[in-house]
């Protein structure tokens, strides 16, 4: 699926639409360059499914964690590699069939990463327009 957003706005309604389509255990691999609204289409993702208290990126933290819908994972390991990814223990996190995991900067820990997982490619079109690709890997 492609589809171009014009908005902040349009993207939160793309967030929402896509919200609504996650099942328990899904992996969301987001790619785009730096400011291309990962952890903003995150943010509205999680906001629609419950998530309070507002999403920072978690680029120092690398993983946090949020209780809504599904209890969610923000992962940003854009500062990391694979073996400090398994030495942290998030590979038993990544494993977890129950919750929703959402990752910026994912190919850092490639090893680490199911078969079947959601990818959102977002490309930056101008200031507030943005291309956003969403396939299924199955
Ligand atoms: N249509 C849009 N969708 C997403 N972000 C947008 C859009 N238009 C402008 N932006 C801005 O682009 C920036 C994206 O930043 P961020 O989400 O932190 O990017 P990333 O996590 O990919 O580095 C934010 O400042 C956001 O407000
Ligand atoms: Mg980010």
């Known amino acids: 699926?492609?589809?171009?957003?014009?908005?902040?706005?349009?993207?939160?309604?793309?967030?929402?639409?896509?919200a609504m389509s996650l099942s328990e255990g899904d992996m969301v691999l987001l790619n785009?360059?730096?400011?291309?609204?990962?952890?903003?289409?995150?943010?509205?993702?999680f906001a629609?499914?419950?998530?309070?208290d507002v999403v920072n990126s978690p680029t120092f933290a690398i993983l946090k964690t949020y209780e809504g819908k599904f209890t969610m994972h923000h992962?940003?390991?854009?500062?990391i590699t694979t073996e400090e990814a398994i030495e942290?223990?998030?590979d038993e996190?990544?494993?977890?069939?129950?919750?929703?995991?959402?990752?910026?900067w994912s190919?850092?820990?490639k090893p680490l990463l199911p078969k079947?997982?959601?990818?959102v490619n977002i490309k930056v079109i101008d200031e507030n327009k943005r291309e956003f690709e969403i396939t299924r890997y199955e």
Not at 32 to 45: C, S, W, Y
Not at 75 to 79: A, I, M
Not at 96 to 103: A, D, L, Q, R, T
Request: proline letters at 0%.
């Open 1 to 18: 699926m492609k589809l171009t957003v014009n908005s902040l706005l349009e993207t939160k309604k793309l967030a929402e639409d896509f």
């Open 48 to 52: 629609s499914l419950g998530v309070k």
């Open 88 to 90: 942290a223990g998030f």
């Open 107 to 109: 190919e850092n820990i």
């Open 116 to 119: 079947k997982y959601i990818e």
């Open 93 to 104: 996190v990544i494993s977890n069939k129950e919750s929703v995991k959402f990752i910026e």
């Open 32 to 45: 785009g360059d730096l400011g291309a609204g990962k952890t903003t289409f995150t943010q509205f993702v």
């Open 75 to 79: 992962f940003d390991t854009y500062r």
